[in-house]
């Protein structure tokens, strides 16, 4: 549903925004690149079953270059999923280093950030419930939330005891 108004995202607390994809270096080789593009809605399904693990939501796009952007409660959770031994990522981070490795086939990648309040800011227009506003809540764009700048103040203010 596309709410025309304009929204901020507030998510309460401090978060993590990661980045992960990868690339289709040589787009024949299916074989390569394919197992790799399967993994990580894998991943995602499984993190969506298990809200404990801190993951939030998560956006893709798909072309020769895959990219997610994921938010998480908190970089301790991230990186304890990444280590789990049970779950999904670790044995698919195996089978690319066995399969692919530096071959140059296929290219993965990620960023990670951390954030706090006041040092993020967002703002939808036109838009569907998207990215950290479905992470975390919409609220209407107000008062002196007009502005970036407004907007980061805003949540500065909204974190203080």
Request: proline share 6%; glycine share 8%.
């Amino acid at each position: 549903m596309i709410r025309r108004e304009r929204l901020t995202a507030q998510l309460d607390g401090d978060f993590v925004v990661f980045l992960i994809g990868m690339r289709i270096n040589k787009p024949l080789m299916l074989h390569k690149w394919m197992p790799v593009a399967r993994a990580m809605p894998r991943m995602i399904d499984e993190l969506s079953r298990q809200p404990e693990r801190g993951f939030l939501h998560a956006e893709m796009w798909f072309s020769r270059t895959i990219i997610l952007v994921q938010y998480w409660r908190s970089m301790e959770q991230l990186l304890a999923y990444a280590k789990d031994r049970e779950a999904e990522h670790l044995p698919a981070w195996q089978a690319f280093n066995k399969a692919i490795g530096t071959d140059g086939s296929v290219g993965i990648w990620h960023e990670t950030y951390a954030a706090s309040p006041g040092s993020y800011e967002n703002i939808y227009v036109n838009m569907p419930p998207f990215g950290l506003g479905r992470a975390g809540t919409l609220e209407p764009v107000s008062g002196g939330r007009q502005s970036a700048a407004g907007r980061m103040a805003a949540q500065r203010q909204h974190s203080q005891p």
